[in-house]
């Protein structure tokens, strides 16, 4: 193939150019796609995979699991605001602890039983907006929805919502 500059010369280097802005896209976009750099498989890598060996806190583990759950139940646009809210309120619920941990050499009785007390009302509130908001998306669910809902939220309260 000969180029002639002589003939058609803005047209060729027109093409020419257009070629060149082709073939780097090309080569950015699947730069862009593997990386560029070392490679690494799968969702292991990119949640930090057992090469980072962080554990994962409280609030990852039930994030994941809930995001697992949101997959699984096929949650639609439509129930997204109710599934956020209680995806929120479910967080809370599992990642909430006892917020006054004092040392209990330094606790009367009377503080102790308070602190009891106080923590068992908190938790209260907090199941009760939980329950609110579940029978909200609930509601929401098809007849599949709330079979596959059945069998996955009761082991996953189980686990995230025992007694504290």
Not at 22 to 37: D, E, P, R, Y
Not at 78 to 97: C, H, I, K, V, Y
Not at 114 to 128: E, I, K, T, Y
Request: hydrophobic residues 40%; glycine residues 10%; charged residues 20%.
């Amino acid at each position: 193939m000969q180029f002639s500059l002589a003939a058609g010369s803005a047209f060729s280097g027109w093409r020419m150019g257009a070629g060149a802005l082709f073939l780097l896209g090309v080569a950015c976009s699947s730069h862009a796609q593997f990386g560029g750099g070392q490679r690494q498989r799968g969702a292991q890598a990119q949640m930090g995979g057992p090469a980072s060996q962080r554990p994962q806190t409280r609030w990852e583990q039930v994030s994941r699991r809930l995001y697992d759950l949101r997959v699984q139940l096929l949650i639609t646009k439509e129930q997204g605001p109710a599934w956020e809210n209680f995806r929120g309120r479910f967080l809370d619920m599992a990642t909430s602890g006892s917020p006054d941990q004092r040392v209990v050499d330094e606790q009367t009785a009377k503080d102790a039983f308070d602190q009891l007390l106080g923590d068992a009302q908190r938790r209260s509130n907090v199941l009760a907006t939980l329950d609110a908001t579940a029978q909200v998306l609930l509601s929401q669910f098809s007849p599949e929805q709330l079979q596959a809902a059945d069998k996955a939220l009761p082991p996953l309260l189980a686990e995230f919502g025992g007694n504290r």
